[in-house]
């Protein structure tokens, strides 16, 4: 049985990547490709685009297709396993939006990262209080448990992209400061974060604008 999606990790992208630059360099098309699986062109368009857990059975008949000799297969195929593992966000994939899992991947392979927000202070700089009062006010139909859970996937993402060293540069209006979102304890465990991140030397740049 195949695993519940949760999107695809950067390895998982790499190995569906170098399947399509491998088949490209043997000349042949998607349809061309397609003849050596069982399925359709579309099947071998969800694994080139990593819409699809890795199969060996079927990549080995691509790899096999293309030309490529027995020792690069079998190196090949020693990766898959590890492609298909799910990411570290596979627990909270029941609270994430569709597009979280797709931008999770992707996330945790960036140097740097630019956010912004029109009204609100950018997501990557929220605290847990203030993501939680916003689940509150933007999704009301979530239980209690789904919104902490929500509220923790931010954290644990701030705390991976600190440990690798992101670089994040922030946007920010003004108006983010006013917009009343939970109570003044919120706002100020805001500022007291931004305090601390500079003092510990954070990879985190930011800009307040203000309305001409």
């Given at each position: 049985?195949a695993?519940a999606?949760?999107?695809?990790t950067?390895?998982h992208?790499a ?9 490209l360099?043997?000349g042949?098309?998607?349809r ?6 069982p399925?359709?062109v579309d ?6 685009g990593?819409a699809?857990?890795?199969d060996?059975g ?11 000799p ?7 195929l ?20 569709r ?8 996330e945790g ?9 029109p ?13 939680r009062a916003?689940?509150?006010v933007?999704?009301?139909?979530l ?9 923790e996937?931010?954290m ?5 992209l600190?440990k ?6 922030a946007?920010m ?8 979102v939970?109570d003044?304890e919120?706002?100020k465990q805001i ?5 601390r991140?500079?003092?510990?030397g954070a ?10």
């Amino acid at each position: 049985m195949a695993r519940a999606r949760s999107g695809p990790t950067e390895a998982h992208r790499a190995l569906a990547g170098r399947l399509r630059t491998l088949r490209l360099a043997a000349g042949m098309s998607q349809r061309d490709a397609a003849e050596f699986l069982p399925g359709s062109v579309d099947t071998l368009r969800r694994i080139e685009g990593a819409a699809t857990s890795l199969d060996e059975g079927q990549v080995y008949k691509l790899l096999r297709g293309y030309g490529e000799p027995a020792e690069k297969i079998e190196a090949f195929l020693g990766q898959v396993a590890m492609a298909n593992l799910p990411g570290w966000w596979h627990q909270w994939r029941t609270v994430m939006d569709r597009w979280q899992m797709k931008l999770m991947g992707v996330e945790g392979a960036a140097s740097l990262i630019r956010v912004w927000d029109p009204a609100l202070v950018p997501t990557l700089l929220r605290t847990r209080s203030y993501a939680r009062a916003l689940e509150e006010v933007l999704r009301p139909d979530l239980s209690p448990a789904a919104k902490d859970a929500r509220a923790e996937l931010l954290m644990e993402r701030q705390r991976r992209l600190a440990k690798q060293r992101t670089r994040i540069w922030a946007i920010m209006p003004a108006l983010a400061l006013q917009t009343l979102v939970g109570d003044d304890e919120v706002r100020k465990q805001i500022l007291w974060g931004w305090t601390r991140r500079r003092r510990a030397g954070a990879w985190v740049a930011m800009r307040v604008c203000t309305s001409p």
